[in-house]
């Protein structure tokens, strides 16, 4: 018979998501997290800009990230009061009154020392934005969450990362956006939907990199989206 004690395991918060730009609905209040050994966790929330978004998925956006500070931005803690035995889940809010985020774009940050947690890149609304893309063609499909019907007569622009407008238009009365779009030298650069304005209830996004288990490669299909 052997006994043995282990030692606390070290600060942890972790977002179970594999991207760092986040899709929320204005419904939703807060992001699921797993925890360890923390009784706090510091929080910043501020509204981003659309030209700085791009700025942010481009090239030099890593950089750009460390040293953002919204101009609007709105510093709380939450009690996590999380053990050092185990990770626990808790429901971290997104702002100080725990009140859900409007439609629009924002920038998190979770300010822990020696602790990897983004920041983070908020798309909140109430649009699902479906978004396809191939060498020389964009297709957008457009849903109101809130009454599940096509979303029509929307402005449409397709960006490259470097703010670069690939195509613009409207959705039809099937939530539909279709246009030609110019080849790309580098098939790798992150492309993006942006439907509407932003800060309004019409307002919502899609990157083409949003494709966490449906890209071909996990379905055993070789891509080349230059052809």
């Known amino acids: 018979e052997f006994s043995f004690y282990s030692g606390p395991l070290d600060p942890e918060i972790y977002f179970p998501i594999s991207t760092d730009v986040i899709f929320l609905t204005p419904e939703d209040d807060a992001l699921p997290a797993q925890v360890a050994n923390l009784d706090q966790i510091p929080v910043n929330v501020g509204s981003l800009p659309l030209v ?33 035995t185990k990770l626990v889940t808790i429901s971290l809010p997104l702002t100080a009154d725990g009140v859900a985020l409007k439609a629009g774009l ?10 990897y947690a983004g920041p983070y890149l908020l798309a909140v609304s109430n649009l699902q934005v479906t978004y396809k893309v191939s ?34 238009g409207e959705t039809d009365a099937d939530g539909v ?33 949003w494709d966490q288990m449906i890209s071909p490669y996990n379905f055993g299909i070789s891509l080349n989206d230059r052809s």
């Open 177 to 209: 956006f279709r246009a030609p779009i110019p080849a790309r030298q580098d098939s790798y650069q992150t492309t993006l939907a942006v439907v509407g304005f932003q800060n309004t209830d019409t307002f919502g996004l899609a990157l083409s990199n």
């Open 106 to 115: 924002y920038f998190m940050r979770i300010p822990l020392a020696d602790i």
């Open 52 to 84: 700085d978004f791009l700025r942010m998925i481009g090239p030099n956006g890593y950089s750009l990230r460390q040293d953002y500070v919204p101009a609007d931005m709105n510093s709380f803690v939450v009690e996590a009061n999380a053990p050092g």
């Open 135 to 168: 060498a020389n063609d964009a297709f957008v499909w457009v849903v109101d969450l809130r009454s599940d019907t096509p979303a029509s007569d929307l402005p449409v622009t397709i960006y490259l990362e470097d703010g670069q407008i690939l195509a613009n």
